[in-house]
């Protein structure tokens, strides 16, 4: 039993920060495939629309055929590029929001080229620094309007929502889980649901697990889960499972228990690893953490549940984690 | 021009932690009104419906009237004692929840004694604590069902949900605006809004002005503000304008903007202040406050949301608050 | 092999928090031996010189004797009363500061009589919460000029600090690893070092592991260890081992590099857990990590640091930890 | 009166993080002094030596000149190539450490032509990411000799350390004023001090204010300022004053009562702002700022000191503001 594990494509290889751009000799795309197709475990890749792949996606095509990956999902590339900087969907620039609108309909047309019918959004640049900078009703507004015309614009396309608190603006609109499933709610559009990056729900101060839960309270909406692990501070974007144990065993129970039949999408930034063996480190970490869950002891986990009775649950997953 | 400002009745006394049981000595109900009473500014207190006040709510009554203090509100006490350590309306035992279901009713049957139709609904208790200790989607529908059935029990009655990020508990379930407002959505019930409370939005990473916004964008659900200030990692519950400046006024401009009609609640923990005046701190510093926004120049506002500029809005804040 | 384990004594019983005052109904001194007695894998206790001990400390000591428990350290107690509100040996007021200094010479003098010579002063209330409420240069030179004085009171005696971020004041002076190696640098007496409480360290945003080595590198001045878990933010004295894993693994490893000798003392707030029984599995949870690191390959681990290679330590913790 | 100001020469310009490589088209340093220059109120730069000014640092010292900008230190560029990517002085590659002192003998040696003794060492990259990834003694102590290496190469230079807690690092070694004026106390060399950064004190949970008054305690160690404000959460390097206003009144405050002689440098990213009105923005925030402060009534502020009195600060600190 496993999850059908993806990575984003350019996670396989290098990544630069804001102080140093080149830690590493970047890939070309053809590369990248070649890299994610070395990891064991792995059988798919998520794409984003950045300029080269728009410039030809029918090359990146070519390579994940090549390479016998999937594509699970392309992303909207509203991030990458200086025209986006105050905001996409949400900007009070008309010409901006139309030009989102074009890019994103034309990634809508590309899904079934690619096998997939699922639209990632993240987005990242409509948010704020600034007091006084915004009018928070307009923005916003103007987010929510756009994602509903992109809901209908082709049928049988799904669409995902990524949330985070900031980064790279102080505060972004789509903030964490509780404001995009109400804005889910709100739009009351089947086809749109949630993309949960597990490290963006940690340093909202979210457990993970929970979030989980909520999505499958109100509407059944996780449809997408990414995955990295950092210190709760900040989305550090590291090899999953390199810092925390117990929280990811609570996570993969209650996506066993809800049911959960997306994908799981390595989504880290190796800026001084190798980015192919970082990405294997994550796959490892989770096939065991995945065969651990295998083992839990349901009713003694719903005995903790009837009691809330936090020492029986640390006792239990003592036992599950380390027989003792 | 000034909002009505009431304040929590203990806030007025004394307030301890969890290593000193008496920074000072407490005061008598009695002596709580004649403080609240002696504010500048004050006109209302709002009220716990703590042991004491259950025993004898006609006293307090008799308190407020002699002192000319309105009673805005009166929050349920499902906090204070042991029988709620795992929770009220969400808790898994039966006998806890009705228990908490007859205090609230008991203290709605009370509210038209107090002149007011505002009930608050504080869930402290109602989170976790431990990996695997709940069961997120148990606790979280039980918990929403209580606040549905209060909200059909008595007609002209209006309930307020304050959320928190975390404590007493590690992690509360009504935790964020929008974990909140989602759950004022599903419900779709006119008279259940929310309780802001700035310094829980502060500690949750939300900026306050954006959640007015939010409350006014999905569904006008701002019913009650509660106010202090904090360091943004914590609770610390401090003296309202003691360390923000820039962030009241923004706040108090988005107020202003999306019409709020309700009271402003000072809610302060005033450890090894006097209560007294630490209150009359927070009424001074937000009467200037609201002076200094009265000035404001809604088109140099609305200019810089219209090109969202980060440098224009701060020389726009400094002219304002220093004229300089 | 095994730490000698201790606990302090409130916390085999009950705790309260600054809204409810009793969750569970407390222990006597009597019973709170008993119960740490009933630990298995405990032999010692720390004791906090609270009024109840200072009253008659001679009944503490008998109940140690039939319980055959050894106290490890006796801990001033400069923050359970309204006294030491504003500070104690930091304190502006000199009256404050040679109560503290009496009561401290006091536990001292007691030292000898529980067959131990470490004084531990946690100085909780030393610090501040409020801008330009406190001179800073003042109030750290007199915290300073204190332990220095009771360093060279009696001959024998250890003294340790231990640092906190915060809580109960938002900022204390003693807070955190650095600070507090400064000042013993500073003070350069060989019989005062440091006391680190594994969460304090974690939500001052330290890594625990980097602080045994820092104590290493300054002076060998880890004199004792105070330890339970937390969510990073707050000190939530939660069981140990509950949340994190690999992060204990690496603070006991760099425990054994060193050289560790002291104790390691539960600290944790069993709001609403049974006391004895968190205890209990802080020590299981304990027993496991320190079987599993001493199964540690160490050339692996060095050959990690010669190249400060993440993706080799993240696959030896986990062979580590899961045998995969 | 004025403090006075520099700033660092490319905060003029553009900024690019780690999604966006460019917000904004950049500008060559003879434009980047141009634009320094034209803003009113500053009269010095801070270099950073990156490749291009190591090139042809005298093109650097002629641009200053032409435009009558003063150079009030050079910071070694030990952080923008992969080189230094697992650390600089502290790397375990001892041709890395190497290539670390040449270049800083290199820009040592430059500082007298550039008309200062300063030299600002910011070790971005030295710290670590991944548990067990780092020997914290070893590295530690091959940074600290390196040091002191350098404060003994020139007669007459001084040498200040900036410290940071995170980033881009998940931890840095040089991680706040307590671990920082360690080191200096334990190198006792009178030539080497502290860079406070403001706003990476903000985010290690620090008082600034307090900071300052730590620096002269121990040794009058603080040697330069960096200005910028932030969330507290994150090094946002946003416009000086945009956020906080109390919080800066007490760091000026304590900069004067402390006697600081030296400059403060403005250290921004303006990744959406264009960076010489944001510049100019801090300057007229911190000249208003300290026109307020040199107005404060110190005997009313140490009177607050006395009996550390949070309501009468509070009252004070608006009185000094507002006037009310």
């Not at 103007?142 to 980064?167: M, T």
Request: hydrophobic share 40%; net charge negative; glycine share 6%.
């Amino acid at each position: 039993m496993a999850y059908p594990y993806s990575v984003f494509l350019v996670n396989v290889g290098t990544a630069y920060d804001r102080y140093c751009m080149e830690y590493a000799t970047p890939f070309t795309a053809e590369e990248l495939f070649q890299r994610a197709a070395a990891v064991d475990g792995l059988y798919a890749v998520d794409l984003v629309a950045v300029p080269d792949f728009i410039k030809d996606p029918f090359h990146y095509r070519k390579c994940s055929e090549e390479h016998g990956l999937k594509v699970v999902s392309i992303a909207l590339d509203i991030f990458t590029e200086g025209v986006w900087k105050q905001g996409s969907f949400s900007s009070p620039d008309k010409a901006v929001r139309q030009k989102a609108m074009t890019h994103a309909k034309e990634v809508i047309d590309l899904l079934p080229e690619f096998g997939t019918d699922l639209l990632t959004i993240w987005p990242g640049q409509d948010g704020y620094d600034y007091l006084f900078q915004s009018d928070y009703l307009g923005d916003r507004k103007r987010f929510q309007d756009a994602v509903l015309e992109l809901s209908e614009y082709k049928p049988g396309i799904r669409i995902c929502l990524e949330y985070k608190p900031k980064e790279p603006r102080t505060h972004s609109y789509i903030s964490n889980a509780g404001t995009t499933l109400l804005m889910l709610e709100k739009m009351g559009k089947a086809n749109v649901g949630l993309a949960l990056d597990y490290g963006h729900a940690l340093f909202a101060y979210e457990n993970p697990a929970e979030v989980v839960a909520l999505c499958k309270m109100y509407g059944d909406k996780l449809f997408h889960v990414h995955i990295n692990d950092n210190y709760r501070y900040w989305d550090d974007d590291m090899i999953t499972g390199s810092i925390r144990t117990l929280e990811y065993l609570e996570f993969f129970y209650w996506l066993r228990e809800t049911g959960y039949e997306g994908h799981i999408t390595i989504d880290q930034f190796p800026y001084r690893e190798d980015g192919l063996m970082a990405c294997q480190e994550s796959v490892n970490w989770m096939n065991a953490f995945q065969d651990i869950v295998a083992r839990a002891d349901k009713d003694e986990i719903h005995a903790c549940f009837e009691n809330k009775d936090g020492v029986r649950a640390s006792k239990m997953m003592r036992k599950l984690l380390l027989g003792v």
